[in-house]
C-alpha cells in the first residue's frame, strides 16, 4: 500500500525514515532473541526504546504534514494518508508491547515509558507504562490520534493568539501615526500663532511711537498758540509796553487821533 501513495517529497521522505525505523526495531528485536547476557539484551533494549521515540516523533510529523496537505489531495488521497498513519501508529505499539514482554521477562524495574520521554526514576513515568500495559492496541492508536490532536489544536491556538497580538500592534501602529500627525500640526499651529503674536507686538510698539510724536507735535503746537494769544492779549491791553515786540505780520495798534477844526467868525 506504501508504495501506491500519492505523497509529495517532504511527506515521502518522512514515511521513508519511519519505513527505516521500523526495519531497524524489527531487525533489533530479531537480534535481542539471540542475546543471552541479560545486560546485553538491557541495553539493546534501550537502544530499541529510543529508535521507537524517535519513530513516534517521525510518525507525528508525518501527521502534521498531511494535515496540511489536505485542502491540494483528493478525499482518496487523504484516506489513504490517514489509514497508513494508523497502520504505522499500530505497528509502533505492536513493538512496544513486544518491549513490554521482552522488560517483564528480563524482570527489569526501571522502564521507561518511550512515548513521552520521561526518566525510569519519575513515578509518572512508571504509572503510565502500567496504564498502556492494561490498553489494547486500538485504545493506545485512539489515545495517540487524541494526544496529536490536542498539540495541533494548542499550536492553532498559538497561532491565532500571534495573529491578534500582531493586528493589536498594527493597529496601535496606525493610532500612533495619527496622533504624531496630529501633534505636528498642532506645532505647526502654535508656530505660526507666535509669529502671528510677534508682528502684533511689533505693530503695536511702532503705533505707539507713531501716537507718542504725534501728541508732541500737537502739545508743541498749543503752546506756541497759548504764546501766540498771549502776546496778542497783552498788546491789546497795553499797547505802549515797549518791552514787548510786535509780533511779526500783526498790525501796530492804531494811534488816537484827534479831529481838529477851526472855528470862523
Given at each position: 500500500?506504501?508504495?501506491?501513495l500519492?505523497?509529495?517529497p ?42 521507537m521515540?524517535?519513530?513516534?516523533g517521525l510518525?507525528?510529523?508525518f501527521?502534521?504534514?498531511?494535515k ?34 521482552y522488560?517483564?521477562t528480563?524482570g ?30 486500538q485504545?493506545?492508536i ?8 490536542e ?8 497561532k491565532?493568539?500571534?495573529h ?6 498594527t ?10 500627525d496630529?501633534?505636528g500640526?498642532i ?7 507666535q ?21 508732541c507735535?500737537m ?16 498788546k491789546i ?7 514787548i ?6 498790525a501796530?495798534?492804531?494811534p ?10
Amino acid at each position: 500500500m506504501a508504495t501506491n501513495l500519492q505523497m509529495n517529497p517532504e511527506v515521502e521522505q518522512i514515511h521513508g525514515q519511519i519505513r527505516d525505523h521500523f526495519r531497524a526495531l524489527a531487525n533489533g528485536f530479531q537480534k535481542l532473541d539471540k542475546i543471552k547476557d541479560s545486560n546485553r539484551q538491557s541495553n539493546q533494549l534501550e537502544e530499541l526504546t529510543g529508535k521507537m521515540r524517535e519513530c513516534k516523533g517521525l510518525i507525528k510529523e508525518f501527521d502534521r504534514e498531511i494535515k496540511d496537505e489536505e485542502g491540494r489531495n483528493t478525499p482518496e488521497v487523504n484516506k489513504q494518508l490517514n489509514d497508513e498513519k494508523q497502520s504505522m501508529i499500530k505497528e509502533l505499539n505492536s513493538y512496544v508491547a513486544l518491549r513490554k514482554t521482552y522488560m517483564s521477562t528480563l524482570g527489569n524495574k526501571k522502564a521507561e515509558l518511550f512515548d513521552t520521554g520521561a526518566g525510569p526514576s519519575e513515578p509518572m513515568a512508571e504509572e503510565n507504562v502500567q496504564l498502556a500495559s492494561k490498553m489494547s492496541n486500538q485504545e493506545l492508536i485512539n489515545t495517540g490520534i487524541n494526544t496529536m490532536d490536542e498539540t495541533d489544536q494548542a499550536i492553532e491556538r498559538s497561532k491565532q493568539v500571534v495573529h491578534q497580538t500582531i493586528e493589536v500592534g498594527t493597529q496601535t501602529a496606525t493610532t500612533l501615526k495619527g496622533q504624531t500627525d496630529q501633534m505636528g500640526r498642532i506645532v505647526n499651529e502654535l508656530d505660526s500663532i507666535q509669529f502671528s503674536i510677534k508682528k502684533a507686538s511689533q505693530l503695536v510698539k511702532e503705533i505707539g511711537r507713531k501716537v507718542a510724536t504725534d501728541k508732541c507735535i500737537m502739545l508743541f503746537l498749543f503752546l506756541i498758540v497759548c504764546g501766540v494769544i498771549a502776546i496778542i492779549v497783552v498788546k491789546i491791553v497795553n499797547p505802549h509796553n515797549k518791552d514787548i515786540r510786535d509780533i511779526p505780520g500783526l498790525a501796530p495798534p492804531v494811534p488816537t487821533r484827534r479831529l481838529l477844526y477851526v472855528r470862523t467868525g
